[in-house]
């Protein structure tokens, strides 16, 4: 069975571009997450998703950060404008509720 | 303010011997995890613990949660070059979604 889908998985960007950071979660999932991994940071999470509706975006760090879930095999992470300090280690994990949650393998974004 | 520490940050050990990771807090959390991170990969769930006291063994791990649930401990048996990687504990309040993960331990054990 397929896992979680994160596309790209390498993603380098001049500052003030927009990212679109995609996502697929696990069939019959109906929880997703974004997370972002950073070396000082750690693993943190940014927003989640329930039934294709946010639930918590507590964690979005500010408004250039935006995340839209349209069906429940889709969800994406945008950008814009990018900024050097966002560069990271972005995951997708999905779950079904509460339940166990399942990383993709991250998209690795490196803004210039 | 990072609410779960991690420690030793870094551990690296021969294959064979044995090793402990501790993860603690000020704060009581209702369920601990233990996730295992490989290089280029997303965290891998290993353990959930809920009860304070609880021990649990996955193989040669074995994990504690604290009595009072604010601390745990991942000891590994006789470790191997496998089990190289990034431990991460996580910690939940009430029956939620969000884990507040840790810090991390990087371990790396040598052939």
């Known amino acids: 069975d397929a896992g979680v889908i994160q596309s790209p998985r390498h993603e380098v960007t001049e500052m003030g571009q927009e990212v679109t950071l995609r996502c697929k979660p696990i069939s019959g999932h109906n929880s997703l997450f974004w997370y972002r991994q950073t070396m000082m940071r750690g693993l943190e999470l940014l927003i989640y998703f329930n039934n294709n509706v946010p639930i918590d975006d507590s964690g979005m760090p500010e408004d250039r950060f935006s995340a839209k879930m349209p069906n429940a095999s889709f969800s994406t992470l945008k950008i814009q404008p990018s900024e050097p300090r966002d560069s990271a280690v972005y995951f997708c994990?999905?779950?079904?509720?509460?339940?166990?949650?399942?990383f993709g393998p991250g998209t690795r974004l490196l803004v210039l | 303010t990072q609410l779960l520490e991690q420690s030793p940050q870094f551990l690296s050990i021969q294959e064979g011997e044995n090793l402990t990771v501790y993860c603690n807090s000020s704060s009581v959390f209702s369920s601990l995890q233990w996730y295992r991170q490989e290089p280029g990969e997303g965290p891998v769930l290993l353990v959930t613990v809920v009860t304070g006291g609880e021990v649990k063994k996955l193989k040669r791990l074995t994990f504690q949660f604290g009595d009072a649930r604010k601390d745990s401990s991942l000891h590994i048996t006789a470790a191997q070059p496998g089990d190289t990687g990034l431990y991460l504990c996580a910690g939940a309040r009430g029956g939620t979604y969000k884990y507040i993960f840790g810090t991390g331990t990087r371990l790396k054990v040598l052939a």
């Open positions: 994990a999905s779950s079904r509720d509460i339940g166990t949650q399942y």
